[in-house]
């Protein structure tokens, strides 16, 4: 099992930055991926960025350039780094991780943070 807590959410204005954070615990050495989502009002919930244990970060277009997706050397914290925020930036931000157990794969969601960008 893995249990993940976000952080780090809040009010910016366009144009301004915002760093998010999510804490892992569990079964950390399970851990394929962890992934930064967010769903905004009326919207599905999309994916912002991943970054997988072996492989490559990818960014959806929206983000590219402006975010950054990062984690910490012990893989139980995962950021993302928001610069240059616009107002269809505004949403709720999720973090998933993507871990195995048993030859199973099982996916974990924080609460989600809110983050709202004023134009």
């Known amino acids: 099992q893995v249990q993940l807590v976000e952080s780090g959410g809040g009010l910016v204005q366009a144009g301004g930055s915002l760093r998010l954070s999510c804490a892992a615990s569990?079964?950390?050495?399970?851990?394929?991926?962890m992934d930064w989502y967010r769903q905004a009002p009326g919207k599905q919930r999309e994916l912002v960025a991943t970054?997988?244990?072996?492989?490559?970060?990818n960014y959806a277009d929206s983000v590219k350039g402006r975010f950054t997706i990062s984690t910490n050397n012990a893989w139980n914290t995962v950021y993302l780094q928001m610069n240059s925020l616009k107002p269809e930036d505004t949403a709720v931000y999720y973090c998933?991780?993507?871990?195995?157990?048993?030859?199973?794969?099982?996916?974990?969601w924080g609460q989600g943070t809110q983050v709202t960008v004023s134009s």
């Open positions: 998933y991780a993507g871990h195995s157990s048993g030859g199973f794969y099982f996916g974990s």
């Open positions: 970054i997988p244990r072996a492989g490559s970060t």
């Open positions: 569990g079964s950390i050495s399970s851990i394929l991926t």
